[in-house]
């Protein structure tokens, strides 16, 4: 048998990737002004529905007030409080469900009786229970956050193979040595997940609890526009909450893949080798 040649394939350049997104995104937006231009009404009816550029006015002029800045500063500091509480928490009740027994059946039961409930349905629980709208609408973004984080976390950890844990028991580590050597960078991969499915839930439950029980926000800012049917404002409004739930994602994303330098990327890269064969036996 002749000799493997092994040879490593080129990473394709980002550039094209990137200018393919932006063609996508200018062509999306392209759709929405023509269809709004025209004033199209077949099925969909976009008569009524502001255009690109009647939102890009509005937009220009809002970024120039302090209102805006107020108002995106307050959802900031709800959804960044919420999160981080739900990070903290979510791993460590999580881990603890999945490593102690006695954890899991004084939590599991409780805990996994409350998940299913949407956490934009605590809006009255949260209105009782807090003396304040801006602390319920922290607890409820904290608890959308929470159950993704626990879950993914305790399926991470529960994965783990028992063969990592027992070698560093075979060389005298004990049991914090095991959670901070095996434990959780094993499971990290899977906490980030929760992590990301978090944030982005967090956002969809801060906006819309700011929608109902707010003062301030950008989902209070977006309601008030719709009730004085000001629709280029609410779209300025939606614009502001998907520029800010994309950027908070790419900062968690960001951050798991400087975590985890260590793990394989598979992403976007073609496979680590080629056979190449110049012969056969």
């Not at 006695?102 to 003396?131: C, G, H």
């Not at 409004?237 to 994303?253: C, K, P």
Request: aromatic fraction near 10%; include cysteine.
């Amino acid at each position: 048998m002749r000799p493997v040649a092994v040879t490593t394939p080129r990473r394709r350049r980002p550039w094209p990737r990137y200018a393919l997104r932006a063609a996508s995104l200018l062509a999306a937006l392209g759709l929405w002004q023509l269809l709004t231009t025209l004033k199209v009404t077949l099925w969909l009816r976009f008569a009524q529905f502001p255009t690109v550029t009647q939102v890009a006015h509005t937009f220009a002029g809002r970024l120039g007030t302090g209102a805006y800045w107020q108002d995106l500063t307050d959802s900031l500091t709800r959804i960044l409080t919420g999160f981080a509480l739900a990070a903290v928490l979510g791993v460590v009740v999580g881990t603890a469900i999945a490593r102690s027994p006695l954890a899991s059946d004084l939590l599991s039961p409780v805990l996994e009786v409350l998940r299913p409930i949407p956490a934009i349905a605590l809006v009255p629980v949260a209105i009782l229970l807090f003396p304040s709208n801006e602390q319920g609408i922290v607890f409820i973004t904290f608890t959308a956050a929470f159950f993704p984080v626990m879950v993914s976390t305790r399926h991470a950890v529960r994965a783990l193979t028992p063969v990592w844990e027992e070698a560093v028991l075979t060389m005298g580590g004990g049991r914090w040595r095991v959670l901070g050597s095996v434990v959780l960078p094993g499971a990290l991969p899977g906490i980030l997940g929760g992590l990301s499915v978090g944030i982005g839930v967090s956002w969809i439950c801060v906006i819309s609890a700011e929608m109902i029980s707010g003062a301030y926000g950008v989902g209070y800012r977006t309601w008030q526009d719709y009730t004085i049917v000001d629709y280029p404002g609410v779209f300025v409004g939606m614009t502001t909450i998907g520029l800010l739930g994309w950027l908070t994602s790419t900062a968690v994303e960001l951050a798991g893949r400087r975590l985890t330098r260590w793990l394989p990327r598979t992403e976007n890269t073609a496979p680590s080798a080629y056979l190449i064969r110049k012969g056969t036996p």
